[in-house]
């Protein structure tokens, strides 16, 4: 929304001015514009363990998995769905009006997720319990179906214009000597890979430390609202990964 000017008139008195319920109608506008501007959301897998890694294959870019199947969003700006979403799918032949906010569940999988964004055929979700495939869903409130005809990875949302704060965090334990982690975040299109940054094991193989990959005020644009940030790791030896945390706030908001 573009900023509501107060017309105060030329002199004091003139009666050219905004009388006093649109001068407020103005102010409260204003208002609800800045209130709605700032805010966060975290993410968290939850289902790799310690006990039930997530491992990485040696010397291969591999999306970080973040099933977000624990969400504390209600400080979310106005304006967002989300700032991370867990996977998405497109759709074709749909039978009926999916809802945002429904669980949809797959006919042939099972796997279940709640949809947390509709953008014409392409559903975002969250909440993803099991693996989505070239299947038939069924909205468990609307009783829409449809057949899934790409399953993709989860990814960040942007907004051309925006700053984001980003924090990835998980746990990790490495299995050799001189061990390597890479962390990056990639927009697809021209612009690829943004802000990689390695990290080290310096207490050895077997011994695991915590990461967190933490970005202030990521300057996100067009080709970051249009793909989406897909978080990406590889490392020199194989590596077990486990409780993902993904936390977003936006600091600026795109005018």
């Not at 800045?34 to 310690?50: E, F, I, Q, V, W």
């Not at 491992?55 to 979310?76: E, F, H, K, V």
């Not at 590889?234 to 936006?250: E, P, V």
Request: aromatic share 10%.
């Amino acid at each position: 929304m573009a900023q509501e000017d107060l017309n105060y008139g030329s002199v004091a008195n003139d009666g050219t001015g905004d009388g006093l319920r649109d001068t407020f109608i103005k102010v409260q506008s204003n208002f609800d514009e800045l209130y709605g501007r700032t805010g966060l959301a975290s993410y968290s897998d939850d289902g790799y363990t310690s006990g039930s890694p997530f491992t990485l294959s040696a010397n291969t870019d591999t999306i970080l998995p973040n099933r977000a199947l624990t969400i504390y969003d209600d400080q979310l700006p106005t304006d967002v769905k989300c700032f991370y979403y867990a996977a998405e799918i497109d759709v074709t032949g749909v039978t009926g009006t999916f809802v945002e906010g429904e669980t949809i569940t797959g006919g042939t999988s099972g796997a279940t997720a709640e949809i947390v964004e509709i953008i014409s055929d392409n559903y975002r979700l969250l909440n993803v319990v099991g693996t989505f495939t070239t299947e038939t869903i069924t909205g468990g409130t609307s009783g829409a179906t449809a057949t899934i005809s790409t399953v993709g990875s989860g990814k960040i949302t942007g907004r051309d214009g925006d700053g984001l704060d980003v924090m990835v965090y998980f746990r990790a334990e490495p299995s050799a000597v001189d061990q390597w982690l890479d962390i990056w975040i990639d927009l697809g299109g021209a612009v690829g890979e943004i802000y990689r940054q390695t990290f080290s094991f310096p207490k050895g193989s077997g011994v695991e430390r915590g990461v967190l990959y933490a970005l202030s005020s990521a300057y996100t644009r067009s080709t970051f609202e249009l793909n989406g940030g897909s978080i990406y790791v590889r490392s020199n030896a194989s590596l077990d990964i486990y409780a993902m945390n993904f936390n977003f706030d936006r600091s600026h908001k795109a005018r």
